[in-house]
């Protein structure tokens, strides 16, 4: 998600084009898997998340997107910062409920780029923040900053999962490839653990405990299932 209001587009396209280009390299597999997809929105100053690329698992699809970008994709000098992250967790949540329906395990990220502070005032601090803080677990956000106009304080909370600074523009792709690392490292950490349990129809409400353990690194969860009509054949 990024903001292409008239002082990126004006003082640092180039470098944000540059930046964003290595994000998708590092992000995106090189043989396309439907597993890895990724849209492209971009906000300014309006009451909308303008579409860029819709949802693709083509890295080559998305470069060329970000290539098309020209200073003349708007002239609005405000920035929607708090609607662009209310609008985007909306479709986060849209895309992970859609991959919860169709029986599959998904995960989503929202990453958003802005070199300034909310000045459209369509949408509260409070809104956004709301809006990231009760979405699913399963949503990660990450926030990239640039300049001196950010406030460091509110891009940290809305990039919860992890959020990175730069200082001017030459740093931008430093730090762009710092997030694009721990992206993947947040789309890999999913796992699927399938379980056949000796349990049968009669048992009841039954415990079940994973743990893991990893050096001295260890997690666990705990949940329950039902064996009720449970029969032999699992696989």
């Given at each position: ?24 390299n ?22 909308e998340l303008?579409?860029?690329n ?13 290539a ?37 395990i ?11 502070t ?41 990039g ?19 997030i ?5 490292e947040?789309s ?10 000796p ?29 009720s ?7």
């Amino acid at each position: 998600v990024l903001d292409l209001s008239n002082s990126v587009l004006s003082s640092s396209l180039d470098e944000l084009k540059s930046a964003t280009t290595s994000f998708i390299n590092n992000v995106m597999p090189t043989i396309e898997e439907d597993s890895f997809k990724m849209a492209i929105y971009w906000f300014d100053g309006e009451d909308e998340l303008h579409l860029l690329n819709p949802l693709t698992a083509s890295r080559d699809e998305l470069i060329a997107a970000i290539a098309g970008i020209t200073t003349t994709i708007s002239n609005d000098p405000s920035t929607d910062l708090y609607g662009a992250v209310i609008k985007s967790t909306n479709i986060a949540s849209e895309l992970l409920n859609e991959s919860t329906n169709n029986s599959i395990i998904g995960a989503t990220s929202v990453v958003v780029f802005t070199d300034g502070t909310d000045q459209a005032s369509r949408y509260s601090e409070e809104e956004a923040l709301k809006k990231v803080d009760e979405s699913n677990s399963n949503i990660s956000f990450f926030a990239i900053g640039l300049g001196s106009e950010i406030d460091t304080e509110i891009l940290m909370k809305i990039g919860k999962t992890s959020s990175v600074f730069a200082g001017n523009k030459e740093e931008l792709e430093t730090t762009f490839n710092d997030i694009s690392l721990r992206v993947t490292e947040q789309s890999n950490s999913f796992y699927l653990f399938e379980y056949c349990t000796p349990k049968r129809d009669g048992s009841g409400e039954n415990n079940l405990a994973i743990q893991v353990s990893n050096g001295s690194l260890q997690g666990a969860v705990q949940t329950k299932f039902d064996t009720s009509g449970f029969t032999g054949g699992c696989e």
